[in-house]
Structures are given as structure tokens and as C-alpha cells.
């Protein structure tokens, strides 16, 4: 009785998921007109990033270690943002690992206002099991899927 409640409970937390991602993308961050520019704006904020990091970085100095950390994981968002909204049939595969970017972008933010190291232990472990679960999650719906189909 409990596991199917707990299954119930799932799903209807993987479809509100699902819900809020074609909200957020579809109508806030990627309507059909802006899609283009986007991809263009993230293709520049790629290179440009590049060239700045690749020319003028001093990574010894602890500003632009954060500038880089803070870009590549926002480039990130970005990329699995536009592969979202021009991936119509995996779009379920998107929403854990769009979720997962934005947390890993607020824990970048976090750590520059706060002022820890990137590497702190805590934040590594925690990052590390979030995305376990989502290989996990993903693992059982495709287990799950194949079950269906063979039955």
C-alpha cells in the first residue's frame, strides 16, 4: 500500500516537473520568436567567454576563478535550456538535468556570496548525490519503459 502511494506521489511529482519546465522554457525563456536569438546569444556568450578566459584570465586570482566557475555552469543552463525547447522527444530526458544545472548554477552563486571555496566538501557531496538520483530516476523510467514494451 505504502509503495504505491510512493509511486503515485512520484509521478505526480515527475508531471508537475514536467508542467513547470514547458512553462519556464516555453513561455518565459524560450518563445518561438526569442529561440534564434538565444541560440545565437549563447553561441556569442560561448565564444566571448573563451577568448576572455583564455586570454585574460588569471586564475590565480580568486575573481576570475569565480567568473570561470560562474560562466561555465550558466553556459551549461543554457545549452540543455535551448536542447530542450528543440528536443520535442526528449524533453523527458531534459527536465532532470535542467533542474540539476539551475541548482548547480544557485550553488556556484552561493559560494561566491558567501565566499567558500567551489570545492567545498559539502557542496561536492551534495551535488554528487543529486545527480545520482537523477541517473537513478532516469535508469528506472527507462527500465520501467522497457517493461511495458515487453509486456
Known amino acids: 500500500m505504502a509503495a504505491s502511494q510512493l509511486l503515485t506521489l512520484i509521478k505526480?511529482?515527475?508531471q508537475?516537473?514536467?508542467w513547470t519546465?514547458?512553462?519556464?522554457v516555453g513561455i518565459i525563456l524560450l518563445p518561438h520568436k526569442t529561440l534564434n536569438k538565444t541560440i545565437v546569444f549563447t553561441t556569442w556568450y560561448f565564444v566571448v567567454g573563451l577568448l576572455i578566459f583564455h586570454i585574460w584570465a588569471?586564475?590565480?586570482?580568486?575573481?576570475?576563478?569565480?567568473?570561470?566557475y560562474f560562466w561555465d555552469k550558466s553556459l551549461d543552463l543554457l545549452f540543455f535550456l535551448?536542447?530542450?525547447a528543440v528536443a520535442p522527444k526528449a524533453k523527458a530526458v531534459f527536465v532532470?538535468?535542467?533542474y540539476y544545472s539551475i541548482v548547480r548554477l544557485c550553488f556556484q552563486i552561493l559560494t561566491i556570496t558567501i565566499g567558500t571555496d567551489t570545492n567545498d566538501q559539502r557542496i561536492v557531496n551534495t551535488l554528487y548525490l543529486m545527480l545520482l538520483l537523477v541517473f537513478i530516476g532516469q535508469s528506472l523510467k527507462e527500465i520501467k519503459n522497457e517493461w511495458y514494451q515487453n509486456f
Request: aromatic share 18%; no cysteine; charged share 20%.
Open 58 to 68: 588569471d586564475f590565480s586570482v580568486k575573481g576570475w576563478q569565480n567568473a570561470y
Open 16 to 18: 508537475y516537473l514536467r
Open 12 to 14: 505526480k511529482l515527475a
Open 82 to 84: 535551448i536542447l530542450y
Open 21 to 24: 519546465m514547458d512553462r519556464v
Open 96 to 98: 532532470p538535468v535542467v
